[in-house]
């Protein structure tokens, strides 16, 4: 049997779709848990009549706490051979779950994944993987491209820093449920590191896996136009929370010795998250003055540890634009590297 766990907040435009296409999948062996995370719209009501529906589909709410608990609350109650996650404003293929559980089941894997397409409100567009159709990776070339990959970009990885955390989904993923209960690998809280909880938890996942397939086959659909994702919102002291985030890597490195390698990634890492701060900052939910958001990029390129890593950044393997980006970043040109985010930020809802 596999779990499919969906946490859910204020999903009433999309979570019946997305429901349905869990339930007609081809593969019908399945545990569908929803995990209501305080919603105050009628993500309730449709819930229960798709449980009243559906005697595989488990419905259990909370108040608010986030993502990350609502992900180990379904941990707990997961009890499939393998987990899915699915996020609730996001749909699958119909033979994704079967597939994935094939591929899976047949190789005795720890962990298979696929590729996605990303849904806009008037196109889709394919994440284009430059790959072979099938990519199995075992014991070392785990670690050695997969987990530091994880940890951040190093060399010509640095060219298309847009395109790091690909990898870094817990969607798209079918896990083998015994690596992830008997190693106790659960989600850290958002309240803590603010986001990236799935980029961390996979890290400690691939550092405990020794046989991977990636399936260079796009399943999963993702949503990129809802307002109430955490992507899509501002984000109180994100600064502070951000270093916590960072904080939690840099003890997983040193705490299994990986050495320099993932250390440069790390630095990496931190330098190329800059964008991803600076994006929140330019979020239409933040509704702060320009001023004022000027200043705030700012004292995110002023911060200890970005100032650090920035200094240890060398600029050769970016493309020429995100040269001049993480140039400006470098040299802490606030408002050149707000007014190339702003524009990031437009191109990205035309794109």
């Given at each position: 049997?596999?779990?499919?766990?969906?946490?859910v907040?204020?999903?009433?435009?999309?979570?019946?779709?997305?429901?349905?296409?869990?339930?007609?999948?081809?593969?019908?062996?399945?545990?569908?848990?929803?995990?209501?995370?305080?919603?105050?719209?009628?993500?309730?009501?449709?819930?229960?009549?798709?449980?009243?529906?559906?005697?595989?589909?488990?419905?259990?709410?909370?108040?608010?706490?986030?993502?990350?608990?609502?992900?180990?609350?379904?941990?707990?109650?997961a009890?499939?051979?393998?987990?899915?996650?699915?996020?609730?404003?996001?749909?699958?293929?119909?033979?994704?779950?079967?597939?994935?559980?094939?591929?899976?089941?047949?190789?005795?894997?720890?962990?298979?994944?696929?590729t996605?397409?990303?849904?806009?409100?008037?196109?889709?567009?394919?994440?284009?993987?430059?790959?072979?159709?099938?990519?199995?990776?075992?014991?070392?070339?785990?670690?050695?491209?997969?987990?530091?990959?994880?940890?951040?970009?190093?060399?010509?990885?640095?060219?298309?820093?847009?395109?790091?955390d690909?990898?870094?989904?817990?969607?798209?993923?079918?896990?083998?449920?015994?690596?992830?209960?008997?190693?106790?690998?659960?989600?850290?809280?958002?309240?803590e590191?603010?986001?990236?909880?799935?980029?961390?938890?996979?890290?400690?996942?691939?550092?405990?896996?020794?046989?991977?397939?990636?399936l260079?086959?796009?399943?999963?659909?993702?949503?990129?136009?809802?307002?109430?994702?955490?992507?899509?919102?501002?984000?109180?002291?994100?600064?502070?929370?951000?270093?916590?985030?960072?904080?939690?890597?840099?003890e997983?490195?040193?705490?299994?010795?990986?050495?320099?390698?993932?250390?440069?990634?790390?630095?990496?890492?931190?330098?190329?998250?800059?964008?991803?701060m600076?994006?929140?900052?330019?979020?239409?939910?933040?509704?702060?003055?320009?001023?004022?958001?000027?200043?705030?990029?700012?004292?995110?390129?002023?911060?200890?540890?970005?100032?650090?890593a920035?200094?240890?950044?060398?600029?050769?393997?970016?493309?020429?634009h995100?040269?001049?980006?993480?140039?400006?970043?470098?040299?802490?040109?606030?408002?050149?590297?707000?007014?190339?985010?702003?524009g990031?930020?437009?191109?990205?809802?035309?794109?």
């Amino acid at each position: 049997m596999v779990s499919v766990i969906v946490p859910v907040y204020n999903g009433e435009k999309y979570l019946r779709e997305c429901i349905d296409s869990i339930c007609n999948q081809s593969y019908t062996d399945l545990e569908i848990i929803i995990i209501n995370d305080g919603s105050n719209d009628n993500t309730s009501k449709i819930a229960k009549q798709i449980e009243s529906k559906d005697n595989r589909v488990i419905y259990v709410e909370h108040e608010n706490k986030g993502v990350s608990y609502s992900r180990n609350k379904g941990l707990d109650l997961a009890t499939g051979e393998y987990i899915v996650f699915v996020d609730s404003d996001d749909w699958i293929d119909s033979n994704m779950i079967y597939i994935l559980y094939d591929t899976i089941s047949d190789n005795n894997c720890d962990l298979v994944m696929c590729t996605y397409i990303r849904e806009f409100s008037n196109h889709s567009k394919e994440k284009v993987f430059k790959l072979p159709e099938v990519n199995l990776y075992v014991h070392d070339e785990v670690k050695n491209e997969l987990l530091r990959r994880l940890v951040g970009p190093i060399e010509e990885e640095l060219a298309n820093p847009e395109y790091l955390d690909a990898l870094g989904t817990v969607w798209a993923k079918m896990y083998n449920a015994s690596i992830l209960k008997e190693k106790n690998l659960m989600f850290i809280d958002l309240e803590e590191i603010g986001s990236g909880e799935d980029i961390l938890f996979n890290i400690y996942v691939f550092n405990e896996v020794s046989k991977v397939i990636l399936l260079n086959k796009p399943m999963y659909h993702y949503w990129r136009g809802n307002d109430n994702s955490i992507t899509s919102r501002y984000i109180p002291n994100f600064l502070e929370k951000r270093k916590k985030y960072f904080n939690y890597i840099k003890e997983f490195i040193i705490d299994n010795d990986l050495g320099s390698k993932y250390e440069i990634a790390l630095n990496n890492r931190i330098c190329t998250s800059v964008l991803g701060m600076g994006l929140l900052e330019c979020s239409k939910s933040n509704e702060a003055s320009l001023l004022c958001k000027i200043k705030n990029v700012s004292a995110i390129l002023k911060e200890d540890y970005i100032d650090s890593a920035y200094r240890n950044l060398e600029l050769k393997n970016f493309t020429f634009h995100w040269r001049i980006f993480y140039f400006f970043n470098k040299y802490k040109l606030s408002l050149p590297s707000y007014l190339m985010i702003n524009g990031i930020e437009i191109l990205r809802k035309l794109i």
